[in-house]
């Protein structure tokens, strides 16, 4: 780009959209979730030895009085051999040799902490340490948000309420599995289903499942409270046939599929679980699953989305049987949860397909801070020096993308949780923080929400890992000459800060170091550095200026080929459809998602799973561009439409990994511009940037790879600010 030449909106370019050869290293994730695994130990002569393991989840995340576990027997015995105590208490007849020709039973009644299970079979005893934590939670996550509003008809101060279910059926003939229908469209198909005078089976629909099972299309939907917050679980049901979790229903593909909201909040309280009556994956035989919590609109906090994902899960595995693999799906918000969630808890998906994707909320809130500051520049105009001129070019030249009203639409439309003062969700006004008349209230931003992530300051705020210190705003406008030399000053004079009451301050802001670690380590910002472990449909349409920038797409693309020197495991769908891509892609991405975590489940090669990622995807699953009704189209038309733009930190110097939360600094040259300042505008840039501008050649300061599977509480229940790694999971040990 010459000096003279205008900053244009960047499109996917070829060099953009290439995918390196180069195969990722492994990286270890030290507390992966078990699913299916089939770990046995054996004896010097490779006889199996005698092991206890729990199915749904590590045997030290046990949620709820129960648990699916799954007893290895040594070489030669059988199930009739068998003995097993829980805390002294004979429990062998809840286990059996099931249909699936394993030894397995729901270990009950656990109670709460500490529980010892000893088996014994042919001579060898085996124990196993299983911890188990309230229904209501917490797991990990440390001491839970406070205040919180429980649902009406809650038991206890956990929002404990029994679960309920409810049947619906499909009707014959109805449009809900055509390719146009999606959304609340295709959830209102569904009639409810009376199992005292249910409808002629004429008058049902068949399911055809991936698996070719057809059943009648009657669904059971359950709902209750798990993490103090509504969970939602459907899947096809056969009236009055049983249902256990070693024998469930052949209808059953034994995958699940997992929900999501939209938006980015902070709320006090329980909400609805996102919506799980999808016709198209019912059809396919999945269970689909959603907690409230990982709603992001409802609960934009990484660690409490993770724990109730967690727990919701094991709910699932224990009463529907075990799951081959987990597939996310949702947009804007509902992405913004898979991605994060995925990068900093590897194990809960094993594929997801975020829409009309964000990459993390932290890294993100660098776009919302700047689009806040920067209006309260451009909405006072009589705050201008004389000479700083602005036209909608110079402002596109700073904000680095074209529509001008970008920042407020995201700003509008999104919370601002930077502002402890603002009218938190199911608190009440008096409640709420007031820097004069109540400064002991609820502060209602997301790093106070998530305290115990970031930790609190000496003030009795949380530690914050935002700042704008030594960027320079409309830089690349500057060198392109769209910007003149007095205007580029004057707005980076008066863009100033941001305190911690979200007011308006001269300074700049500077993050706090602490919170800046925290961020990168406990996974609120995505560093992607586990995401090799997961498979990746990215699915994306246009953004005229709705806040859903099509940049996100590629700064995850970027942190994937920084961290493995390959993206290989993330395909990018793009279509016409605004925002979305295609009207058909939500669905589309879980069936090809399946397709491609089949081949990885059935590669039984002694080989790293980031290899096998990569190298089983199928050969039909690439990247594509489609009209936005299904129908594919050449990728130019997608380089014109799917545009590429930036932020205001892109249009002054941040890569397009867009994570850098504190830059280095470097000393301010006149070489490094190709324009003349004057004495006093130069003396005013040097007011401005006393220790110097961002140089974004090196990662942020406090930048770390993310550390996966991290606690943050002890076991007496208390906090432990920033977390520490929950380390392997228990493993049952044999002894005399």
């Known amino acids: 780009m010459s000096a003279r030449a205008v900053r244009r909106p960047r499109l996917a370019a070829a060099a953009v959209l290439a995918v390196a050869t180069s195969l990722p290293a492994v990286v270890s994730a030290t507390a992966a979730v078990p699913h299916l695994h089939r770990t046995v130990e054996t004896g010097r002569a490779g006889v199996h030895r005698l092991t206890i393991q729990t199915l749904s989840v590590r045997a030290d995340l046990v949620s709820g009085p129960q648990v699916l576990t799954r007893i290895g027997l040594p070489g030669g015995a059988v199930a009739r051999d068998l003995s097993v105590r829980l805390n ?121 499942t991936v698996d070719h099972v057809e059943v009648p299309f009657i669904v059971r939907e359950e709902n209750g409270y798990i993490d103090r917050d509504q969970y939602a679980i459907a899947t096809l049901w056969r009236p009055g046939k049983q249902w256990k979790p070693w024998a469930p229903q052949r209808q059953f593909n034994h995958r699940l599929v997992i929900t999501h909201g939209a938006s980015c909040d902070t709320t006090y309280g329980t909400g609805p679980a996102p919506g799980v009556l999808d016709p198209k994956i019912l059809n396919g035989g999945f269970v689909v699953m959603s907690n409230a919590l990982d709603n992001a609109g409802h609960n934009c906090n990484i660690v409490t989305q993770a724990e109730s994902l967690l727990m919701t899960k094991q709910h699932v595995i224990d009463h529907y049987g075990p799951v081959l693999w987990t597939i996310g799906t949702g947009c804007s918000g509902g992405s913004l949860t898979q991605q994060q969630v995925a990068n900093a808890y590897p194990g809960i998906y094993q594929g997801i397909t975020p829409q009309c994707s964000f990459t993390d909320a932290w ?35 700073v904000i680095d993308h074209p529509n001008i009203g970008n920042p407020v639409t995201f700003t509008t439309v999104i919370p601002n949780s930077a502002d402890p003062s603002r009218s938190c969700p199911d608190v009440p006004e008096p409640k709420v923080y007031n820097a004069r008349t109540n400064p002991h209230g609820v502060k209602c931003t997301l790093q106070d929400y998530m305290v115990n992530v970031f930790g609190k300051k000496a003030n009795g705020f949380a530690n914050r890992a935002f700042g704008d210190n030594g960027i320079q705003y409309g830089l690349s406008g500057l060198l392109n000459g769209e910007i003149t030399p007095a205007t580029f000053v004057d707005l980076n004079k008066k863009v100033g800060g941001l305190t911690y009451q979200d007011t308006y301050r001269v300074q700049r802001s500077t993050p706090d170091l602490i919170g800046v670690k925290r961020a990168y380590r406990s996974g609120a910002v995505d560093t992607a550095s586990n995401l090799n472990r997961v498979a990746i449909i990215d699915l994306r349409g246009p953004d005229p200026g709705f806040f859903h920038d099509v940049y996100r797409t590629y700064a995850m693309r970027a942190r994937l080929l920084r961290d493995f020197g390959t993206a290989a495991n993330q395909v990018l769908w793009r279509g016409q459809a605004p925002i979305i891509g295609d009207i058909t892609f939500a669905d589309a991405a879980v069936f090809a998602m399946d397709h491609w975590l ?73 070489s490094d511009y190709p324009v003349k300042f004057t004495a006093a505008q130069w003396g005013t840039l040097h007011q401005v940037f006393p220790h110097g501008v961002c140089n974004y050649n090196r990662p942020s300061i406090g930048f770390r790879k993310t550390t996966p599977w991290l606690t943050y509480q002890k076991a007496d229940g208390h906090v432990i600010y920033g977390g520490r790694p929950l380390g392997p999971p228990p493993r049952s040990h044999l002894f005399d």
């Open 598 to 670: 089949r081949m990885v489940h059935g590669d039984d090669r002694a080989i790293p799973l980031p290899r096998k990622i990569i190298q089983d995807r199928p050969s039909d699953l690439t990247d594509r561009c489609t009209d936005g009704a299904g129908t594919d189209v050449p990728a130019l038309v997608c380089d014109q439409t799917v545009q590429v733009y930036g932020t205001p930190r892109m249009s002054a110097g941040m890569p397009m990994s867009d994570d850098i939360l504190d830059c280095h600094l470097k000393p301010l040259r006149k």
């Open 88 to 208: 002294g208490h004979d429990v062998t007849s809840e286990f059996a040799d099931r249909p699936d020709h394993q030894v397995e039973g729901l270990l009950r009644p656990l109670h709460l902490g500490s529980n010892r299970v000893v088996a014994t079979a042919a001579g060898e005893t085996a124990a196993l340490r299983v911890t188990d934590h309230p229904v209501g939670g917490p797991d990990f996550s440390g001491p839970q948000i406070q205040p919180w509003r429980c649902q009406r008809r809650a038991t206890d101060a956990k929002c404990d309420q029994r679960s309920y279910v409810r049947y619906f059926y499909l009707p014959a003939g109805t449009k809900a599995l055509s390719a146009g229908v999606t959304g609340v469209a295709a959830a209102n198909a569904f009639l409810p289903y009376d199992r005292k005078s249910p409808p002629a089976r004429s008058l049902i629909a068949t399911a055809t």
């Open 363 to 397: 890294s993100s809130a660098m776009e919302y801070v700047d689009y806040t500051i920067l209006l309260k520049y451009f909405k006072h105009p009589a705050t201008w020096a004389p000479g700083a001129v602005w036209t909608p070019t110079g402002i596109q030249q």
